[in-house]
């Protein structure tokens, strides 16, 4: 009897208990849903920092364009605001008030126009669906450059790109940068 007593039976445990082998499921998983979702975050900033860059350089490709443009017209000066009759595309334009339009509201360059966007050379940009430069010529004060004044009544205008771009899932075109300079006169 003594000895049944000091004697103890060891069983030696193989393999993972039914505990263990889901709490290591649950941790594997969390893990790779947490890559799964930082991967997505990734990519998310990637898209934007992309947009980014792409509208802002499109947004200097109109600037580069006008940069070396006079103001007005070297026939009519000051006394037609927008493109004249007979400037009816882009390089047709040859001075920087051109580039406000006939009606003010600016002129519009996309690929679902035909005619943009476009590069500093005036030629239209191909591989760019969706995406769209306006163009916005202001005379402003140029003792408040906050201060719009009226059409060809100031030595100093402000140009403004904005760059649009609409994205095969998207219902409207989002504002990804404007670019806003000053032409002194």
């Known amino acids: 009897m003594k000895r049944s007593a000091l004697t103890t039976t060891h069983h030696r445990r193989r393999g993972f208990t039914l505990i263990e082998t889901a709490l ?11 890559i799964i979702s930082s991967q997505q975050a990734f990519f998310k900033q990637n898209e934007w920092s992309t947009h980014a860059s792409t509208g802002q350089r499109l947004g ?11 103001r007005h017209d070297p ?11 007979f400037e009816l595309d882009v390089e047709d334009f040859d001075d920087l008030d051109d580039f406000d339009g006939d009606d003010g509201q600016g002129v519009a360059f996309s690929a679902a126009l035909g ?3 476009i590069s500093s050379l005036g030629i239209p940009i191909t591989d ?7 163009v916005f010529v202001e005379n402003i004060n140029p003792f ?3 201060g719009v004044v009226v059409d060809g009544s100031s030595d100093m205008m402000r140009v403004r790109v904005i760059v649009e ?7 409207t075109p989002r504002e990804i940068t404007r670019v806003t300079w000053l032409a002194p006169g």
């Open 24 to 34: 290591a499921t649950i941790i594997v998983g969390t893990g790779v849903l947490a």
């Open 60 to 70: 200097n490709e109109i600037r580069e364009l006008t940069l070396h443009m006079p």
């Open 75 to 85: 026939v009519t000066g000051e006394t037609f605001w927008g493109p004249e009759a």
């Open 115 to 117: 005619n943009g966007p």
């Open 128 to 134: 760019m669906q969706g995406w769209s430069q306006r």
């Open 144 to 146: 408040n450059i906050v």
């Open 165 to 171: 771009y609409q994205g095969p899932a998207d219902e």
